[in-house]
């Protein structure tokens, strides 16, 4: 999906394991339920993106463009990842 313009895209229980999404338009798109196990997102547009209940996801915020997107709890944590800080249950 490199670089591709995929605004309002619905990625709806998909396995996306794996996806190069880097410099891709996802703006509004909807990834719920999905499984985005080692995707990749680096300077992706992300705004208004829906990632409530998506899996496995790991995105840098300085890297992306994100505002208004959508988290769910406990996978937002995969927000801090480049932090590399120790989140405990």
């Keep these: 999906?490199?670089?591709?313009?995929?605004?309002?895209?619905?990625f709806l229980?998909?396995?996306l394991?794996?996806?190069d999404f880097t410099e891709?338009?996802?703006?509004m798109a909807k990834f719920k339920g999905s499984n985005l196990k080692t995707a990749r997102f680096d300077q992706t547009v992300l705004d208004?993106?829906?990632f409530r209940?998506?899996?496995?996801y790991s995105i840098d915020p300085r890297?992306?463009?994100m505002r208004g997107a959508q988290f769910s709890l406990p996978d937002v944590v995969g927000l801090l990842d480049e932090f590399q800080v120790k989140i405990e249950r």
């Design 53 to 56: 209940n998506a899996t496995g």
């Design 17 to 19: 394991e794996g996806v």
């Design 13 to 15: 229980n998909c396995s």
């Design 24 to 27: 891709t338009n996802l703006k």
């Design 48 to 50: 208004k993106a829906d």
């Design 1 to 10: 999906f490199y670089q591709l313009k995929l605004k309002e895209t619905g």
């Design 63 to 65: 890297k992306n463009q």
